[in-house]
T-cell receptor, first 111, second 114 residues
Framework: KNEVEQSPQNLTAQEGEFITINCSYS?????LHWLQQHPGGGIVSLFM???GKKKHGRLIATINIQEKHSSLHITASHPRDSAVYIC?????????????FGKGTHLIIQP | DAGVTQSPTHLIKTRGQQVTLRCSPI?????VSWYQQVLGQGPQFIFQ???????GRGNFPDRFSARQFPNYSSELNVNALLLGDSALYLC?????????????FGPGTRLTVT
């Protein structure tokens, strides 16, 4: 079964710290998503990547296709960034199989 | 513009009953996908519909079915409910097939089976 692994599972940091969350997957993909989920369940799509790097405000997402690895970075972290961050991939030719999700990284930013 | 909407927000059902969950996509989006998220786990793919046709199905039993209407809204039906069906059910819409377009998620329907 194709898996998506995220690390760390839990992360607590102080406000202002630089945050990195990692995601690795097992076979070729056509796209990778980074999602944010707040308590209560709502999911927000942060990035959709197939190569390279994307930046939106304080968030940066990178992907290395050869190494099958992606990272989500948060600069100048803030307590409002506290959430679960989920990596999800669409395997190549697997559109019919939908997204495969990681278990998420629980991030807490303390003031 | 309104985002993806789902109804109801919360639902409590008894084992053996049937349930219908509803999803309205963002205006102009033609694809709807359904996901199940059990507490403490990442979501799992159930169905993708595009232009009213099933375009993908996850590893779920036949008790789960869905359809998409001409206005692109969608319903997810679950028959013969089991305790294990208790979960947050998420709907996501995209302009086209999820292979190529970003998905936008609704707030979810929390189903509790007792």
């Amino acid at each position: 079964k194709n898996e998506v692994e995220q690390s760390p599972q839990n992360l607590t940091a102080q406000e202002g710290e630089f945050i990195t969350i990692n995601c690795s997957y097992s076979v070729g993909i056509s796209a990778l998503h980074w999602l944010q989920q707040h308590p209560g369940g709502g999911i927000v799509s942060l990035f959709m990547l197939s190569s390279g790097k994307k930046k939106h405000g304080r968030l940066i997402a990178t992907i290395n296709i050869q190494e099958k690895h992606s990272s989500l970075h948060i600069t100048a972290s803030h307590p409002r960034d506290s959430a679960v961050y989920i990596c999800a991939v669409l395997y190549s030719g697997g559109g019919a199989d939908g997204l495969t999700f990681g278990k998420g990284t629980h991030l807490i930013i303390q003031p | 513009d309104a985002g993806v909407t789902q109804s109801p927000t919360h639902l409590i059902k008894t084992r053996g009953q049937q349930v219908t969950l509803r999803c309205s996509p963002i205006s102009g989006h033609k694809s709807v996908s359904w996901y199940q998220q059990v507490l403490g786990q990442g979501p799992q793919f159930i169905f993708q519909y595009y232009e009213k046709e099933e375009r993908g199905r996850g590893n779920f039993p036949d008790r789960f079915s869905a359809r998409q209407f001409p206005n692109y809204s969608s319903e997810l039906n679950v028959n013969a409910l089991l305790l294990g069906d208790s979960a947050l059910y998420l709907c996501a819409s995209s302009l086209g097939l999820a292979d190529f377009y970003e998905q936008y998620f609704g707030p979810g329907t929390r189903l509790t089976v007792t």
